[in-house]
T-cell receptor
Framework: GESVGLHLPTLSVQEGDNSIINCAYSNSASDYFIWYKQESGKGPQFIIDIRSNMDKRQGQRVTVLLNKTVKHLSLQIAATQPGDSAVYFCAKRAPGQFGAGTQVVVTP | DVKVTQSSRYLVKRTGEKVFLECVQDMDHENMFWYRQDPGLGLRLIYFSYDVKMKEKGDIPEGYSVSREKKERFSLILESASTNQTSMYLC??????????????FGSGTRLTVV
């Protein structure tokens, strides 16, 4: 069956370093992916999206890379800050599947 | 600021009770969704709706039903609550009709404990 999942449950990053969060998917027909950030006690919030006809998309301090050959996408956060501590999910278009998420912990 | 509002942040209910979780969005979105979130399992889709009085089963609909009488309101119903339904419930909405939908706007969640 189809699945979207993240590679690591926890990622510890030093403040100021870059973070890379990875995600794999199984359905080649998936045409749209979204990254969400969920802070403690809140619902997930949209960060950035990418369509399957793109390889890369940049936002403010975030970049998403899509490799359709190996069915992999990643979220890169530049100069990670304490406010980036959260759980990050990748998902396909609604009604989307979500992985378990990666907990990013930013250390001083 | 656009919003998806879930009526309760925390609920404690007894086994066998009928439970209603309410969700309201003020964005005039066509599509609404209910997920549950459990540690290690991520978000799992329970039910969704693309229109008023319309509903579709998600991946784990057993033990749940939904109601969408008005566009802005989507209710999740636990007909007879059980302890395995203790979870965080998240409501979400998206713009657009049918399957041409994009990113969600989520509510803050309702943490339900069934004792």
């Amino acid at each position: 069956g189809e699945s979207v999942g993240l590679h690591l449950p926890t990622l510890s990053v030093q403040e100021g370093d870059n973070s890379i969060i990875n995600c794999a998917y199984s359905n080649s027909a998936s045409d749209y992916f979204i990254w969400y950030k969920q802070e403690s006690g809140k619902g997930p919030q949209f960060i950035i999206d990418i369509r399957s006809n793109m390889d890369k998309r940049q936002g403010q301090r975030v970049t998403v890379l899509l490799n359709k050959t190996v069915k992999h996408l990643s979220l890169q956060i530049a100069a990670t800050q304490p406010g980036d501590s959260a759980v990050y999910f990748c998902a396909k278009r609604a009604p989307g599947q979500f992985g378990a998420g990666t907990q990013v912990v930013v250390t001083p | 600021d656009v919003k998806v509002t879930q009526s309760s942040r925390y609920l404690v209910k007894r086994t066998g009770e009928k439970v209603f979780l309410e969700c309201v969005q003020d964005m005039d979105h066509e599509n609404m969704f209910w997920y549950r979130q459990d540690p290690g399992l991520g978000l799992r889709l329970i039910y969704f709706s693309y229109d008023v009085k319309m509903k579709e089963k998600g991946d784990i609909p057993e033990g749940y039903s939904v109601s969408r009488e008005k566009k802005e309101r989507f209710s999740l119903i636990l007909e007879s609550a059980s302890t395995n339904q203790t979870s965080m419930y998240l409501c979400a909405s998206t713009i657009g009709g049918g399957q041409g939908t994009y990113g969600y706007t989520f509510g803050s969640g309702t943490r339900l404990t069934v004792v």
